[in-house]
């Protein structure tokens, strides 16, 4: 897929990248089904999470539902282009993906937990594509903000990976980065499926289950 040549499946460089904007995107206050602050600093004692699984209205969605997850928050990351528009993102050009930061409670929820409902909740074997999705800002990531995360992370895309690979399906594509930027997407992306029930979602699992 192309906009005026230029190919939404390839990473662009930071030269083709949009210049972006000083100011933070204007969000919310409060989480809009959680009523937990949207913006840091977050409850004490949580730790942070960041996953890229394709459309992030539906990702948000499945992590917001899960017990001890305390906030989540869409955006975009990994790319160029600071406090990058939807439009921006869109383009193909800015490199970022489309991100869900959640904060949750290690008492109460495990990062490997998390780490299972990324696996099971999409198709990581696409590349820059999700399902109908098509473009660099649905490609399938974890970002990570420590070694354990990143230890976690890497053991459980070679465990599924052989799984998904058993049932047939191609190498896992998932890329682990050390955490970046993470820019807020605009207030009405924002737990948009709290707010637009029958709204798209676009998430499909391969039907593989992870018990790792």
């Excluded at 730790?47 to 928050?73: I, N």
């Amino acid at each position: 897929m192309a906009l005026f040549g230029f190919s939404r499946t390839r990473m662009p460089s930071p030269d083709e990248a949009p210049p972006g904007r000083a100011d933070a995107m204007p969000v919310p206050d409060r989480h809009a089904v959680l009523g937990t602050p949207l913006l840091p600093p977050f409850p004490p004692g949580s730790e942070l999470a960041m996953f890229g699984m394709g459309c992030f209205w539906g990702a948000e969605k499945l992590f917001w539902t899960r017990p001890g997850v305390l906030v989540t928050a869409v955006g975009y990351g990994g790319g160029f282009t600071p406090n990058a528009t939807y439009q921006e993102v869109c383009s193909g050009r800015t490199g970022h993906n489309e991100l869900v930061l959640v904060a949750f409670d290690p008492k109460a929820v495990s990062y490997e937990s998390l780490l299972r409902l990324f696996w099971q909740g999409h198709d990581p074997t696409q590349g820059m594509r999700q399902g109908n999705d098509i473009g660099t800002q649905y490609r399938s990531g974890l970002y990570v903000f420590s070694p354990e995360q990143r230890a976690a992370a890497e053991e459980t895309r070679q465990a599924y990976g052989h799984r998904l690979a058993a049932e047939g399906y191609g190498p896992v594509t998932t890329e682990i980065l050390d955490a970046p930027d993470f820019y807020y997407a605009e207030a009405y992306h924002q737990q948009y499926l709290a707010k637009n029930p029958g709204g798209y979602c676009g998430l499909g699992g391969t039907g593989v289950r992870f018990a790792g």
